[in-house]
């Protein structure tokens, strides 16, 4: 599997975001690391776990700054996070199943996905962040 390297094209301009995304690329990677070289039935549930749970906490945090800043897309954005968890269940139970070849083809689209929804999702929610942080710091009228 071919490792996911960090871009700085794939910044959002938002930190707290950012910082987050490196966090599961970085986890991505460590499994990426285990898979490639067969040592699935060692450490890959704990950290598969680690990435499940760092992930949601990443959702949370995202959504929590959606409502903060009033994010017109909350809702579909909130949808493709719930698609991307059910992504990773489907994972986990192959995994459980012993089924490795399944899981390796899930977790290639899952890298896909993840960049996508970066690359389009969070940047958009990026922008309107940094709008709003723009927008306070105008002058009254
Ligand atoms: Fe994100
Ligand atoms: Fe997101």
Same mark, same amino acid.
């Given at each position: ?6 871009? !700085? ?10 910082? *987050?995304?490196?966090?599961?690329? =970085? ?8 898979? =490639? ?24 945090? !995202? !959504? ?16 493709? /996070?719930? !698609?991307?968890?059910?992504?990773? =269940? *489907? ?11 399944? =899981? ?9 996905? +993840?960049?996508? /929804? ?9 922008? /309107?962040?940094? /709008?709003?942080?723009?927008?306070? +710091?105008?002058?009254?009228?």
């Amino acid at each position: 599997m071919s490792k996911l390297e960090w871009q !700085e094209r794939y910044s959002v301009g938002v930190d707290e975001i950012d910082a *987050d995304h490196h966090e599961m690329v =970085s986890i991505i990677n460590k499994l990426d690391d285990l898979m =490639s070289c067969g040592k699935t039935r060692d450490g890959l549930p704990s950290i598969m776990g680690r990435l499940v749970d760092y992930t949601h906490g990443h959702f949370q945090r !995202e !959504e929590a700054l959606m409502a903060q800043y009033r994010y017109p897309g909350i809702d579909l954005h909130r949808q493709a /996070h719930e !698609e991307f968890i059910a992504k990773f =269940s *489907d994972i986990q139970t192959a995994l459980l199943q012993g089924n490795y070849a399944v =899981s390796i083809t899930l977790f290639s689209l899952l890298q896909n996905w +993840l960049i996508d /929804h970066i690359m389009v999702a969070d940047r958009n929610l990026g922008k /309107h962040i940094n /709008h709003c942080k723009t927008a306070s +710091l105008g002058s009254p009228a």
